[in-house]
């Protein structure tokens, strides 16, 4: 099967990916820098290139709401948003998963206000990581392409039906120009296949109710089902990976060892510094320094048993979080690292580091000197660090109280 290359943003990748796709509904309003995922799919719509029905609602909170009510009456269902923009659809996200409802979001990661910030961190998509979404994220341009497919099959297979939520890094992926190799058409619809809900609204033989009120009688189960479904997609999400890598020779997991096996410090990390990691991995290594690298694709659900085996050899790991628990201990993927380690009996060392909020950069001095760091010992096992923040006071480690 012939690819065809392309130069391409991220942004352009996705909305591309969503055309190849061909939902029945996409639902959006406009904000930075995802505005042109959207902006770019209506092109595509306007110019009668797919068969969607556009609808362009006065918000985010509207928009998702539109694709419940689009998921609900069976249609396949896909959107896209950012930062406060991701933020005002809450509400409606947990509605979203809670229905078991499998819609489509393309999120570009991109700080929440305030102060307003439009550049790269994930507080946008770590502030609803347990709302019941699938989480993957993507290291560059192609990983948004082929993930925005992938998560088609994922959302809608029959033992998940949840919604998937597909991340670039803003600016960084979103308007970065890559080559990618994109698939034809045929190719594309033949592995998504046909949409065939197991209920819709709209199915007038076999009518039912969506959203009832469910208080002490069911609510819980109904809760422990969406776990279930979690817990389920942990294997979909494998399968589907590597059924798209036997077709299109790109084999998809839920992480990434790069330079792991032997590695002696390791760093974990999320998104597109994953690819800035790398160069600096094989820099290292060529200096005889025994570097590697965990990247997390899927976030959730999460890949503990994963994790747990692919740290068990590393001496010491950083965990770098590009965005912060305020008033926890350490970012996010810190504390689900360390958890998922500590039940471990070849546990590592391991620290927690909150780098590069609001967009601010990180490029290959500072990984490469917080690999010599680790190597060195100079990084203090359960603390937590901020990597590149201006003022004396805040770079200070902040201990965990079982080192206190």
């Known amino acids: 099967m012939q690819k065809i290359i392309m130069a391409k943003t991220g942004n352009e990748a996705m909305a591309y990916a969503m055309k190849q796709v061909n939902p029945d509904v996409v ?11 959207v902006q770019i799919f209506s092109q595509y719509v306007a110019d009668g290139e797919v068969k969607t029905e556009f609808v362009a609602v006065e918000s985010e909170h509207s928009a998702m709401s539109a694709c419940i009510g689009s998921a609900a009456a069976g249609a396949r269902t896909m959107t896209g948003t950012s930062s406060q923009g991701l933020a ?8 979203a998963a809670g229905l078991r409802l499998p819609i489509v979001l393309a999120d570009v990661n991109r700080a ?12 946008d998509t770590m502030g609803c990581r347990d709302a019941g979404w699938i989480h993957i994220f993507s290291e560059n341009a192609q990983e948004a392409y082929d993930s925005m497919i992938q998560a088609v099959r994922i959302a809608e297979h029959q ?18 120009m890559e080559r990618i190799d994109t698939l034809p058409d045929a190719e594309v619809q033949s592995f998504i296949g046909k949409y065939d809900p197991m209920m819709h609204l709209l199915d007038v033989k076999k009518p039912f109710t969506i959203g009832a009120i469910n208080l002490t009688d069911y609510y819980f189960e109904h809760r422990r089902a969406m776990v279930d479904a979690q817990n389920n997609a942990l294997k979909v999400i494998k399968e589907v990976g590597q059924e798209f890598g036997k077709k299109f ?23 597109s510094t994953c690819g800035t990691a790398k160069v600096v991995i ?12 965990l990247k997390i694709r899927v976030f959730r659900p999460f890949p503990t048993q994963e994790i747990a085996q692919a740290l068990e050899n590393v001496k010491t790991v950083a965990v770098l979080d590009r965005s912060d628990s305020v008033g ?14 500590y039940g471990s009996a070849k546990r590592p060392a391991i620290a927690g580091c909150v780098y590069g909020l609001g967009g601010r950069e990180i490029d290959m001095e500072q990984i490469e000197g917080l690999f010599m760091d680790l190597k060195a010992g100079k990084v203090k096992a359960d603390a937590v660090s901020y990597l590149g ?9 902040l201990q965990s109280p079982n080192t206190i």
């Open 159 to 176: 033992d998940v039906r949840l919604p998937v939520m597909v991340t670039t890094d803003g600016f960084i992926i979103s308007h970065g």
């Open 27 to 37: 639902a959006a309003y406009p904000i930075t820098p995802a505005t042109e995922i």
């Open 249 to 271: 020779d790109t084999n998809y997991g839920l992480i990434e060892k790069y330079q792991l096996d032997d590695a002696e410090v390791a760093i974990v990390a999320l998104g």
């Open 389 to 397: 923040v201006r003022s004396e006071e805040h770079t200070s480690e």
């Open 282 to 293: 094989d820099q290292l290594r060529r200096k005889g320094v025994k570097a590697g690298l």
């Open 328 to 341: 926890g201990f350490g970012g996010p993927v810190f504390t689900e690292v360390r958890s998922a380690l």
């Open 88 to 95: 005002l659809m809450y509400e409606m996200i947990y509605i």
């Open 112 to 123: 929440l206000s305030a102060p307003i910030n439009i550049h790269c961190d994930h507080s």
